[in-house]
Each structure stands twice: as structure tokens, then as C-alpha cells.
T-cell receptor, first 113, second 121 residues
Framework: DAKTTQPNSMESNEEEPVHLPCNHS???????IHWYRQLPSQGPEYVIH???SNVNNRMASLAIAEDRKSSTLILHRATLRDAAVYYC??????????????FGKGTKLSVKP | ETGVTQTPRHLVMGMTNKKSLKCEQH?????MYWYKQSAKKPLELMFV???????ENNSVPSRFSPECPNSSHLFLHLHTLQPEDSALYLC????????????????????FGPGTRLTVT
């Protein structure tokens, strides 16, 4: 199980900010929150990750709730190129010494001109 | 261009054929992964190699056989596949798959190739 919950789809207008929510109420204390996106006909692409504090990079910002049970990926100015499926993922421990990314269904973001 | 290449990009094979998918990463990474993406399912992890050692086999049928001769190359050998195996097969790499602690292991982002679109007839 992916252990994250995201809306199936969202729409945005070009050049407007987009807030993509993710719920992860069963997150463990040391689980990292990762975001990837997958553009049409491409492999997934890393966007951002964080643990407790809010994070910024050239692609996006990640706002993490104080209780860490939810997070929001923020695209400050959506472009047509940002239309993709966005995955919120917890880096999940598998067994005692292994961790993997477990993808869910993600949010399909549409950007209108 | 992510630094991870996959060949072929498209493959059509019959159920009795044997074929191989190839992945190569030019990033100096030590971990490589195979994922399967079907039309109606989330991305599924298949295999993980960390420093050329297979560390994960996610209950994948034996008709899929991975090979990792070195940290830069990963193969997926296919034989006697079924039509339901038709999917996009994605390769990824990361600096390493596990750093010995959950905390450190969570930080290594994965870089994906463009995938091989496989159709089994």
C-alpha cells in the first residue's frame, strides 16, 4: 500500500500557483516525504523531498504540516509543461535494512492556457 | 535527459520469444531498479540492485530475470511472457539504495529512464 492519499485530479490555470495536497496520516517519525512527477510518455522525475521542515528548490516548494500527517507541493507559477501526474511518496522501510519508494496513483494535474 | 538510458524504447514479442531490456546509467550511481507500469496500476517496484547485489525481488514471476553485471548496467531478461505482462518497464538509478539507516536512506532521489513499452502478443 502506498500509505498516501491524493486527489485523483486537479486543474490549474497557466501562471497561477498550484497547491497539490497529500495526506499521510500513518507516517513514521523518520519517513521522508518524496514528490515525483511523470510527464506524458516519460519516466517519473524527482521533484522534491523533505522530512520535517519546509523545503524549496528551483522546481517547487514543499510545505509539511507540523504533525507531518499531511504535506502540500506548491508550484509557484504553473506552466503548460507542468501538466503531469504528481506522486506523493513515503520512503518506506521494507524489512529491517531496506527502503523503497512505493508509488500510489498520484494526482493528474491539468494546466489550462 | 536524465542520465539513464533504456533500449529498446518499444518491443513487441510473442509469448514464446526471449528478449532482453537494457538500462544504462551515466550518473556514477550504485543502485539500480526495475519498475513495471501497467495501464491501470500504480508503478510497481520489481527489482533492486545495490552495489551489484540484488536486494529486492518484489514477488516477481521467474519469467522475468534481472542481471546487473556492474553498477552502470542493468538488464531484464524476458522469456515465455504472458499478454498481461504488456506494460511500460522503467529503469531507475540512485546514489545508493540504502545507507544503513532509515534516516540516511530516505534522501536518495531516483533518476528514471524513459522506459521500454513492451507488448506481448
Amino acid at each position: 500500500d502506498a500509505k498516501t492519499t491524493q486527489p485523483n485530479s486537479m486543474e490549474s490555470n497557466e501562471e497561477e500557483p498550484v497547491h497539490l495536497p497529500c495526506n499521510h496520516s500513518t507516517i513514521s517519525g523518520t519517513d521522508y516525504i518524496h514528490w515525483y512527477r511523470q510527464l506524458p510518455s516519460q519516466g517519473p522525475e524527482y521533484v522534491i523531498h523533505g522530512l520535517t521542515s519546509n523545503v524549496n528548490n528551483r522546481m517547487a516548494s514543499l510545505a509539511i504540516a507540523e504533525d507531518r500527517k499531511s504535506s502540500t507541493l506548491i508550484l509557484h507559477r504553473a506552466t503548460l509543461r507542468d501538466a503531469a501526474v504528481y506522486y506523493c511518496i513515503l520512503f518506506e522501510e521494507v524489512g529491517g535494512s531496506q527502503g523503497n519508494l512505493i508509488f500510489g496513483k498520484g494526482t493528474k494535474l491539468s494546466v489550462k492556457p | 535527459e536524465t542520465g539513464v538510458t533504456q533500449t529498446p524504447r518499444h518491443l513487441v514479442m510473442g509469448m514464446t520469444n526471449k528478449k532482453s531490456l537494457k538500462c544504462e546509467q551515466h550518473l556514477g550511481h550504485n543502485a539500480m531498479y526495475w519498475y513495471k507500469q501497467s495501464a491501470k496500476k500504480p508503478l510497481e517496484l520489481m527489482f533492486v540492485y545495490n552495489f551489484k547485489e540484488q536486494t529486492e525481488n518484489n514477488s516477481v514471476p521467474s519469467r522475468f530475470s534481472p542481471e546487473c553485471p556492474n553498477s552502470s548496467h542493468l538488464f531484464l531478461h524476458l522469456h515465455t511472457l504472458q499478454p498481461e505482462d504488456s506494460a511500460l518497464y522503467l529503469c531507475a538509478s540512485s546514489q545508493r539504495a540504502w545507507a544503513g539507516t532509515r534516516l540516511a536512506g530516505g534522501i536518495y532521489e531516483q533518476y528514471f529512464g524513459p522506459g521500454t513499452r513492451l507488448t506481448v502478443t
